[in-house]
């Protein structure tokens, strides 16, 4: 079992820029695949990058060029670096934690709270 919680949401301008973090506590922390995930209003949670053990990437479509997803195992810290940011991109951002690397919610098995992006236009 491992505990995130996430932080760095905010409001921020079209085209600007957002750093998100989560933490982990544990000790199997940097064994884990991390993941994040987003759900804007009246839509499903997406998929949007995850990072394994070993540091492969994997993005959705959407944020791919845009995004980067890193880790830092001695912080136990993952982040999402998001760029050239869109209205579309409004939602909350969950973090997640799981063994798989891959896009599917369910295998991911523990979760954050969620941290507010809102990009204005």
């Known amino acids: 079992q491992v505990q995130l919680v996430e932080s760095g949401g905010g409001l921020v301008q079209a085209g600007g820029s957002l750093r998100l973090s989560c933490s982990g506590s544990g000790r199997t922390f940097s064994s884990y695949v991390m993941g994040w995930f987003r759900q804007a209003p009246g839509k499903e949670r997406e998929f949007v990058a995850a990072i394994s053990w070993s540091t492969i990437t994997i993005y959705a479509t959407a944020v791919k060029g845009r995004f980067t997803i890193s880790r830092d195992k001695d912080k136990n810290t993952v982040y999402l670096q998001m760029n050239t940011l869109k209205s579309e991109d409004t939602a909350v951002y969950y973090c997640?934690?799981?063994?798989?690397?891959?896009?599917?919610?369910?295998?991911?098995?523990?979760w954050g709270q969620g941290t507010q992006v809102t990009v204005s236009s």
């Open positions: 997640a934690a799981g063994s798989l690397l891959v896009s599917a919610q369910d295998k991911y098995e523990n």
